[in-house]
């Protein structure tokens, strides 16, 4: 409705949405007078009918209608159901109008409905909403069953939501799972310590638990910043017209983690840190640093104080916040993240969601070959698109750097600048755009008629090019037709051999045939030197020395090439290059056609003459093939470890290498790196770094695969004898001077003022991805996430990668019908083969693992409260997850997930008062314990063996074991289900010590 009231060109309105989403700014907007002549408009929720009052109001018009929080039946989980409002709100909102004058309310429903079906006075809130907390409360009064007690109310809760109720907080560990099923009270549970410290804080029991789980793994801090963050109302601002930048600060807050939850962190740290340095010391300065960084000071400060109070109420269970900075090594913080992304998993249990996996081979044909991570497409582009890319490009300056747009008919395709000494990633930008089209961001270009331009130029002949390939590279400053392919290979013009001897060096040293400069593991750039292309570098460098350099006629920006001084051998020469950043008077600059990079001062900085621009850049970029990070790699580190890292340039340093190209995608080269060592055998170094545990072998693209096969052909054959597609031919010149007369009548304005409008489609990533529910209840609902959360758009880095990626919500909401679910404050977590299952089994109250047919391996589990011994029907249905193994997960690993389970235990629920009366000393010594126990399932020096999925044939039966021993254990909050062999239990555990 705001947008259909703005778009009233012809009626003088101010329109204004109130809602408690927008901003406090925005919301003192309505308080604003209306401009003489113009009417103010107020689009409220049901926000207006107490918490604001404007005094200029003189209509309310009522449409009797509110949305109310309410519990789903069949979920649970909380839904804004559309209903009548009572009669006693319907007369609030009436009260809006008339403040300092005549008002007048006009409600859009008959009269006679008015008076028989709009209720009298709201729902009670008992009736509606959850019981966690009042249960809680009730069972520390210990006056016996919650129903008997509840039953005294005014206005009491039915007996079905109470057991309802009961259940969801065994599920989360505040009543104890009894050990024996048959004894299993449905209307009662004993209460543990967890649930005591949950029932003294002002928060839901998941973000409680939270807070304990924390404690235990002594992240307690940052878990008391995200509870009492998640608590209020989220202090992020994404104003009405600025949701893209209010998007892109959050991003930048969440660092690599894309986590909600510890972008909140990372804010309110930096918040903190600011008033500490005394940077904030003024209101105005603060209001200004949270307008700069998009968060309201109000709630941020409100976050604080609920912060402070948490604080305080945990010391009375002997919790407390460790003053002592941790003794912080290269991996402590990499480390410190993942366990609190585990932390989250675990108090946010069943709240596990994964990814469907895209189709490669239909993505690779709509983005017609183009790299996924650095491209996206858009529909419906009008004829003569390529006349527009001007207006194309400042759309999406927003996002990022545009280096190239190439029109395909009525598709185009945006490609973005990669920082080529950055690891291999999706592109900020491509999230950014894709976000774009989630948010509806209007995309239209002003145009001209596709007949008005065959009318006004060359007579018409321009025709032939309405539907030809046009390629406009912003970096190279040129707009020339493309030949039609859809080959994924990109023609190997540098590599006239599969083999390739190289040297690396930090800085590239003219000693070897090919010399590298490393950008992480596995990555590198480098430049050959074999005769044929040391002389054309060699008449490069000169031509560029010979000429009369001029200084850059504009200012020097990121992705712009130019010419850049280097010394080498005490002679400074220039050199083509590309600036990567611009900081003070100083750039970093990468040279393409050796590799490496530098900081030149920006007045030392050159234009480049046209005729070297369209010189292909001599340097090549190489990966290691069929290789990944370990677990271990991505725990501790960025991607890749500094362990990692350090092996890496160790092995490629100090001795010849042979590289054998195996495929070539988006220019760059995918290789096997052989190492010679004296007289010793060629050692391949993907081969040491995945048996020292830094790497794990990984399956190639599929567009690699493609690559591999058509250079085995190429490679077969003579290079000569290949068709040269860089060559022109007489058309391509014809066209290419068509599109040049047609560019040129376009901005002489020949063509005159543009008259059409085009609402362009997208853009789009085919790589993006969708994801569903782990739980049995949601496994087909279609879900959405919320457009503030960092992961409303991920899209596939490894495509190629069948394992599972997981997301962990901190809430769901169900629409109307239940048939969608809506996340929010979403964390994704790291890209590790095996963890879902391994987190599922670590957090759920009960789990019952599947074997196969012969009892030889397992093959699944499935996670949830268990069953009912004498109906055999589960316990909780709807929340059980039944999960098929990925991964090869063996008696050891289960016995490991019990004794960490166990660990936690000590912790967080033995007795009724946990570690309330345990030295600080001893709750540090369990901490580290737990910790240790947690990094030591994950970071194996020998990763879990890769198997392929075998989903149980009786999905979320319970008590379904194949003649094997059940091995039952006390556990935090409940059985652990174990069909093992009980001899091979007990020998693990005698070698734990336990």
């Excluded at 009797?64 to 909102?93: G, H, P």
């Excluded at 589960?874 to 019990?898: G, K, R, T």
Aim: aromatic share 8%; charged share 25%.
């Amino acid at each position: 409705m705001h947008e259909l009231l703005t778009n009233m060109i012809h009626k003088r309105l101010q329109v204004y949405p109130l809602h408690s989403s927008v901003t406090l700014e925005e919301q003192n907007n309505v308080f604003l007078s209306p401009v003489p002549g113009y009417r103010k408009i107020i689009l409220s929720t049901n926000i207006a009918e107490s918490s604001v009052t404007v005094p200029d109001v003189k209509y309310v018009i009522d449409f009797c209608l509110t949305r109310t929080l309410v519990c789903d039946e069949d979920t649970n989980y909380q839904s804004l159901r559309l209903s009548w409002a009572s009669k006693t709100s319907c007369d609030q909102r009436k009260g809006r109008a008339g403040r300092v004058s005549k008002g007048y309310c006009y409600r859009l429903i008959h009269r006679d409905f008015w008076d028989s079906a709009i209720p009298d006075h709201v729902v009670p809130e008992m009736l509606r909403c959850p019981l966690g907390s009042t249960v809680l409360k009730v069972k520390l009064l210990d006056m016996g069953e919650p129903r008997a007690l509840l039953a005294t109310a005014l206005s009491p809760p039915s007996l079905s939501d109470i057991e309802r109720t009961i259940l969801l907080l065994k599920e989360v560990g505040a009543l104890a799972v009894s050990g024996q099923r048959e004894d299993e009270n449905p209307h009662d549970g004993e209460l543990t310590f967890l649930g005591r410290v949950l029932a003294q804080l002002p928060v839901s029991q998941q973000l409680g638990k939270l807070i304990v789980l924390g404690h235990v793994f002594g992240c307690l801090d940052e878990c008391l910043i995200i509870a009492a963050a998640l608590s209020l109302k989220n202090f992020f601002t994404m104003p009405f017209r600025q949701h893209l930048d209010g998007y892109r600060n959050k991003v930048h807050f969440s660092g690599s983690s894309r986590s909600d939850c510890l972008a909140l962190v990372e804010a309110f740290r930096a918040w903190q840190a600011c008033r500490q340095r005394g940077e904030l010391r003024h209101p105005k300065d603060e209001l200004d640093w949270g307008r700069l960084n998009y968060i309201q000071i109000k709630r941020i400060r409100e976050v604080a104080e609920l912060y402070e109070e948490l604080k305080n109420r945990i010391s009375q269970f002997n919790m407390f916040v460790d003053p002592r900075h941790p003794v912080l090594d290269q991996e402590y913080p990499y480390k410190q993240r993942f366990i609190l992304q585990v932390v989250l998993a675990g108090a946010f249990y069943p709240n596990y969601f994964t990814f469907g996996q895209p189709d490669e081979e239909m993505a690779v044909r709509e983005l017609a070959g183009r790299d996924p991570k650095t491209t996206v497409v858009l529909k419906h582009i009008p004829p003569y698109g390529f006349l527009y890319y001007k207006q194309l490009q400042s759309l999406f300056r927003q996002c990022g750097q545009v280096k190239s747009i190439v029109f395909d008919g009525a598709k185009a395709f945006v490609e973005f600048s990669r920082n080529p000494t950055e690891r291999f990633k999706t592109l900020p930008a491509v999230n950014l755009a894709v976000k774009m089209s989630q948010l509806k961001v209007s995309l239209e270009l002003s145009i001209h008629a596709a007949e008005e331009i065959e009318g006004k130029v060359q007579g018409g002949s321009v025709s032939k090019l309405r539907n030809t390939r046009v390629n406009v590279d912003f970096q190279k400053q040129t707009v020339d037709p493309m030949q039609v392919s859809f080959n994924t290979l990109d023609r190997p013009r540098t590599v006239a051999d599969l083999l390739l001897t190289v040297d690396v060096t930090e800085v590239a040293l003219c000693a070897h045939t090919l010399l590298l400069q490393v950008v992480e593991v596995g990555h590198f750039w480098g430049y050959r030197i074999d005769e044929r292309n040391a002389e054309l570098l060699r008449q490069l460098t000169a031509e560029i020395n010979r000429l009369e350099l001029v200084p850059l006629p504009i200012h020097p920006h990121p992705d712009l090439v130019c010419l850049a001084p280097f010394t080498d051998y005490n002679k400074e020469s220039y050199f083509r290059a590309q600036i990567l950043y611009v900081s003070g008077n100083s750039a970093e600059v990468f040279f393409v056609d050796y590799g490496n990079r530098s900081h030149v001062d920006l007045d030392l900085l050159r234009e480049i003459p046209c005729q070297l621009l369209e010189l292909p850049f001599q340097a090549l970029e190489f990966k290691i093939c069929k290789m990944r990070p370990s677990a271990k790699s991505l725990i501790c580190g960025e991607h890749w470890s500094g362990g990692a890292n350090g092996r890496f340039a160790a092995l490629v340093s100090g001795c010849p290498l042979l590289v054998k190209v195996f495929s070539i995608v988006h220019s760059v080269l995918h290789v096997d790196v052989y190492r010679y060592s004296g007289a010793q055998d060629a050692v391949n170094i993907r081969d040491v770094l995945i048996r020292e545990g830094y790497a794990e072998l990984a399956e190639e693209s599929y567009e690699s695969k493609q690559s591999y096969e058509v250079l085995k052909g190429f490679f077969a054959k003579s290079v000569d004898t290949m068709p040269d597609g860089s060559v022109s031919s007489p058309m391509k010149d014809d066209e290419k001077h068509l599109i040049q007369i047609l560019l040129e009548s376009f901005a002489s304005n020949r063509l005159g003022a543009p008259n059409c409008k085009a609402v362009l489609h997208g853009p789009f990533n085919p790589y993006e991805l969708k994801c569903h529910s782990l739980t049995r209840i949601s496994k087909f609902r279609c879900v959405w996430i919320e457009k503030e959360s960092i992961n409303s758009v991920v899209i596939s880095d490894s495509p190629a990668d069948l394992h599972q990626r997981m997301l962990v919500a901190a809430s769901l909401s169900v629409n109307e019908t239940g048939s969608t679910m809506l996340l929010r404050e979403t964390s994704l977590m790291p890209h590790i083969p095996g963890l879902p299952a391994l987190l599922s089994m670590l957090f759920a109250p009960v789990m019952e693992l599947r074997v196969d047919r012969e009892g030889k391996c397992y093959t699944g589990v499935l996670c949830g409260l268990g069953w009912n011994s004498t109906t055999e029907a589960p316990i909780l249905p709807e929340h059980d997850i039944e999960l098929a193994f990925d991964v090869c997960f063996n008696v050891e690993d289960i016995v490991e997930i019990n004794i960490l389970r166990a660990a936690i235990n000590k912790l967080a629920c033995d007795g009724p008062h946990g570690p309330k009366y345990l030295g600080p000393e001893r709750i540090a010594q369990l901490q580290e314990n737990a910790r240790q126990k947690l990094l030591g399932l994950f970071c194996r020096l020998k990763p879990r063996e890769k198997i392929t999925p075998q989903w149980h044939e009786k999905p979320y039966e319970w008590n379904q074991g194949y003649h094997w021993t059940s091995c039952h254990c006390r556990l935090r909050h409940g059985t652990l289900s174990l069909r093992c062999r009980a001899h091979e239990v007990g020998r693990i555990l005698e070698s734990h010590g336990k």
